[in-house]
Nanobody
């Protein structure tokens, strides 16, 4: 079955960096466009970054453009999100997905001084 295991979150001060990882299984990872999403307290889930199967194209929501970088390693069924210059509004639970109904447990990112 489709599974996602996210990791790498934590507590970081404003201006800091984190690198999230997501290991996927149960589908053809190398042929699937992958995305990172986030859900802040009291808000809906928001897609923040997308990467095509070959990594040729990446797209970002305006609020993270220039600060976040999505990448992938198809040999390891893993997608990454490098987050730099973090701000308090980036505080959320972060998830990865490939447009499936199943979701992982997510990884908590808290940006606070």
């Amino acid at each position: 079955q489709v599974q996602f295991v996210e990791s790498g979150g934590g507590l970081v001060q404003p201006g800091g960096s984190l690198r999230l990882s997501c290991v996927a299984s149960g589908f053809t990872f190398g042929g699937t466009t992958m995305s990172w999403y986030r859900q802040a307290p009291g808000k809906g889930r928001e897609r923040v970054a997308t990467i095509t199967p070959s990594s040729h194209d990446q797209n970002y929501v305006a609020s993270v453009k220039g600060r976040f970088t999505i990448s992938r390693d198809n040999a390891k069924n893993t997608v990454f999100l490098q987050m730099n210059s973090l701000i308090p509004d980036d505080t959320a639970v972060y998830y990865c997905n490939g447009n499936f109904d199943s979701w992982g447990q997510g990884t908590q990112v808290t940006v606070s001084s």
